[in-house]
């Protein structure tokens, strides 16, 4: 018999019976954040270090993650779950949109300000709907702001919480909420301020659910993220905005530059296009690109760990296990 655990639970202390005992363990953690034991082993409560890791050096601990630049034999990478995370609300109002973009800024981040003041200083703020925060405390690596600067004025909102659910809402153990669909449906597109934007320290790009939520709702987009979030995407067949002919600043190295070039961008498509023009011409493309995720994500399938039957699971890897399943059913059917 093996075991699963929920990465969360490893900080609870009375955890620390779970290991030491020789048994087999699986810890679902699924971050792509955590790329070695070493950021692994500070999410551990400390009485549970010694006995995590002996077992995990010997081979009894397994753990699962989403992020493909792992090199470990103890590390199983499964890359869709932040796609699954995504998978909540499914179904956006039909409506003639009035404004050209949506931007959605929750956790306050540098690069997610500079954009902002970016799009201010072009006299775009007033084309779009952007959020920024809703905390009234300040949140740790954020500058210490939470609420809109002033120099923005009213055309930077708080943050958008969804309170309702969309019928076809599958259980969510983390707490991800499905997107304000009453508000993107009066835009034509998302700037998506991604997870990750600065730090190239390692190979690849990461995409977060902030992305694949888009897709699943057939959505256009264009990434604020690290160089070739935009362009890396499109090399694995998904296709981009159209009406954005000139992709060659997604590759730029100066964070600064990239962000100044996408904004660039942003401009010329408001300049040129009418939002029922952009529309039009992105039906093609969110209908690829939907279908595309779901070919993908149904030919990886689900980690095998999620269909064992010899397995025990604590309460929160029961959770999503269940949660997994009931996604990968959903998007089989299609739903």
Known sequence: MIQTVKLQELRIPENRRLFGRNR????????EVFRSFADWSKCLHPALKPSFAA??????????????????????????FDAALAYTALHMPVVMPREYYVCQNLTVRP????????????DLLSRGRVSYGYRTEPQPNNNGRNRPPQQW???VESAWIESTQDAY?????????P?????????VFNIITETHHDDQREPGVLWTEKTWQVIWLRRPFVICGQPGANTQLRARGYRLLEGITDWSWDLEPD????????VDCIDDVCNRYTPEQLQEMNQPVVEHNRQLLIENFLSD?????????NRTDTPGAAGVCEYLQEVYHAIRSKL
Request: glycine share 4%; aromatic share 8%.
């Open 24 to 31: 087999p363990t699986h810890v679902l953690a699924w971050s």
């Open 55 to 80: 077992d995990y050096r010997s081979g009894r601990i397994v753990l699962h993650t989403c992020w493909r630049g792992v090199e470990d034999a103890r590390v199983q990478v499964w890359p869709w």
């Open 111 to 122: 690069h997610r300000t500079q954009l902002i003041d970016q799009l201010h200083s072009r």
């Open 153 to 155: 004025g009213d055309l």
């Open 169 to 177: 809402q599958l259980p969510n153990p983390v707490d991800i909420p």
């Open 179 to 187: 997107p304000p669909v009453n508000i993107w449906a009066t835009t």
């Open 255 to 262: 964070p600064v530059v990239r962000v100044r070039k996408l």
């Open 301 to 309: 399938g689900l980690p095998d760990i999620v269909w064992e039957s």
